[in-house]
């Protein structure tokens, strides 16, 4: 892309070399990756609970009182290195293999019979998919330029 001198393409440029971590779309991109990660930091500590466990349980999860700690511990683990764009790539990964069996084996809308229930349960299924593209995008562009992985990049 040729340098104009226009602010527009300057606040939303796409190129990492007019990115620092004071520039707008710098300050986007770790908005961006910290409100993304949010929801798995925060969940993920609630997977510790006897409550979340049952709930698994009743929702046909086989051994859920350990694959629930166990998926906790990966979507904390993830969100926290996509929040810090620290191996984000991988955070992502871990996020999507969180993801992918959650989404159709705790938000099954299809089979529930009460009209209210299934679309609630609707809705976090689409909310789920929504978050697996996202985490498909990280995984595909990383963390971005203002980010651990890129500190030596950028150091404005």
């Known amino acids: 892309?040729?340098?104009?001198?226009?602010?527009?393409?300057l606040v939303f440029s796409r190129n990492d070399a007019d990115v620092t971590s004071w520039s707008v779309p710098?300050?986007?991109?770790?908005?961006g990756r910290i409100l993304f990660s949010l929801i798995f930091i925060l969940s993920g500590l609630g997977h510790?609970?006897?409550?979340?466990?049952?709930?698994?349980?009743?929702?046909?999860?086989?051994?859920a009182s350990f694959f629930v700690p166990l998926s906790g511990l990966m979507i904390i683990?993830?969100?926290?290195?996509?929040?810090?764009?620290?191996?984000?790539?991988y955070g992502a990964a871990a996020i999507i293999v969180f993801l992918i069996p959650t989404t159709f084996i705790m938000h099954r809308f299809?089979?529930?019979?009460?009209p209210l229930m299934a679309m609630n349960q609707q809705s976090h299924f689409m909310k789920n998919l929504a978050m697996i593209g996202g985490a498909l995008l990280i995984c595909y562009f990383g963390a971005g330029p203002v980010s651990?992985?890129?500190?030596?990049?950028?150091?404005t």
Not at 26 to 31: E, L, P, S
Not at 148 to 155: Q, S, V
């Open 110 to 114: 299809w089979g529930i019979d009460d």
């Open 77 to 89: 683990a993830g969100g926290l290195s996509i929040a810090l764009g620290y191996y984000s790539r």
């Open 48 to 63: 510790f609970s006897s409550q979340t466990v049952a709930y698994a349980s009743q929702m046909g999860l086989g051994g």
């Open 148 to 155: 651990l992985d890129n500190r030596d990049r950028h150091l």
């Open 26 to 31: 710098g300050i986007a991109v770790v908005t």
């Open 1 to 9: 892309m040729a340098t104009t001198t226009f602010k527009r393409d």
